[in-house]
């Protein structure tokens, strides 16, 4: 069969996707006494085992908690390459309620799942998991961080990620007005969960104007207390006049209806997979002349947190230490960005594509 005719066999296939998207191996967890069902995707192994959180959602169909899982293990493969880190990348996803599914049982039945992949994908927290959470499912593999300090872990990894994203942001800015202040520029920040509430944080401290949406009322309403910011309706935060788009809630916010709406000059967030689409909603915001801060580049300092108590010492100055970094990673990209005429998303997956090339071939050798 020609390669071509095969290529259209594949279309709309799972194994079509997966040559599409590069993945190594996709597991799919099933336990009918706890009522567990589960997604684990390895991406890509050539830097090290796969790490990446798991995420618990409510998803509306198999196939949504199939593609959230693919595109954020692919994520996460670009996040450790860029990151200069020697981590593949992974990621879980768990269907279902948070609220009321997640037993001792069901935990530790996920865990059973991860130990039975001996390493080769190592498991953290991601939306709706918790430190909490990681203990139980230690209890059943040691694969897994993201544990509290008292069992030698690096606690909750959310701080870490807020203050790369802060600097990740900081270097977008200096791009695209000259200077990297964040003083007086009005910013919205959309969903002040773990990550976005320090984000708030650091930019309250550098007398930025900020404004926050959550779904949650109540959360807004404490954060809003908390830092003396003011609250936007969810759906007004695309409308506001602002200067920075800050999306910390989940992925796919710039996509073709909102991309429009965004008066922004610089979006640089937290959450995964921002870009509905990575090619073509990259390249509308650069005919926008909106800069963006890639979301893997800028979020990575959650995975530096897990990555430094996979490692063992887990040493909280080393990993800020680290993450530092991320401030002239992104300065870099978008200038390597701006040389070869690509949009971030696409320089910052081309210089992730480019380290793993060049690792594997040096693997190869003796
Ligand atoms: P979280 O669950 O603590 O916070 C997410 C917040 O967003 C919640 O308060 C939720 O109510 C809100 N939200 C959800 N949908 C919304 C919407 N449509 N509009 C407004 N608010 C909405 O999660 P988190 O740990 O803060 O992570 C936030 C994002 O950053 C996620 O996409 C996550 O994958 C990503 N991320 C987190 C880390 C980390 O260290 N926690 C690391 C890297 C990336």
């Given at each position: 069969m020609e390669i071509k005719e095969l290529e259209k066999v594949q279309e709309g296939s799972i194994f079509g996707t997966l040559t599409q998207l590069g993945h190594e191996q996709v597991v799919w967890c099933h336990d009918q006494a706890t009522g567990l069902k589960a997604i684990i995707a390895i991406h890509?192994?050539?830097?090290g085992p796969a790490l990446g959180g798991t995420r618990m959602w409510h998803y509306a169909s198999e196939q949504e908690a199939l593609t959230d899982v693919l595109r954020l293990s692919r994520g996460m493969t670009f996040k450790a390459a860029i990151s200069g880190i020697n981590l593949g990348g992974g990621k879980a996803v768990i269907m279902g309620d948070a609220k009321t599914m997640k037993t001792e049982a069901f935990l530790r039945r996920f865990g059973k799942f991860v130990n039975s992949l001996n390493g080769k994908y190592i498991t953290a927290e991601d939306v709706n998991m918790k430190t909490a959470d990681m203990e139980y499912i230690s209890m059943e593999t040691?694969?897994?961080?993201?544990?509290?300090e008292s069992m030698g872990g690096g606690g909750d990894p959310s701080p870490v990620t807020a203050y790369g994203v802060y600097l990740g942001m900081k270097a977008a800015v200096k791009k695209a007005f000259g200077s990297d202040s964040l003083a007086h520029k009005t910013i919205g920040v959309q969903g002040v969960g773990q990550v976005g509430m320090h984000l708030v944080e650091h930019l309250v401290k550098e007398n930025a104007n900020v404004f926050i949406t959550d779904i949650s009322e109540d959360r807004m309403k404490e954060v809003a207390a908390r830092y003396g910011v003011r609250t936007v309706g969810q759906e007004k935060i695309y409308d506001l006049d602002m200067d920075i788009y800050a999306p910390?809630?989940?992925?796919?916010?710039?996509?073709d209806e909102t991309i429009g709406r965004l008066k922004c000059q610089v979006i640089a967030g937290a959450?995964?997979?921002?870009?509905?689409?990575d090619v073509k909603h990259g390249y509308m915001l650069v005919d926008r002349s909106i800069t963006y801060a890639p979301d893997f580049l800028i979020n990575a300092g959650g995975l530096m947190n897990v990555y430094h108590e996979h490692l063992g010492n887990y040493n909280r100055k080393r990993v800020l230490e680290q993450a530092e970094n991320i401030y002239a990673t992104c300065l870099n990209t978008l200038s390597f960005a701006a040389q070869e005429k690509l949009s971030p998303q696409e320089a910052a997956m081309q210089l992730a594509e480019k380290r793993i090339q060049d690792i594997g071939r040096l693997r190869m050798s003796r």
């Open positions: 890509n192994t050539v830097l040691k694969h897994v961080t993201g544990l509290p910390c809630a989940l992925g796919a916010s710039i996509n959450a995964n997979n921002q870009l509905k689409d």
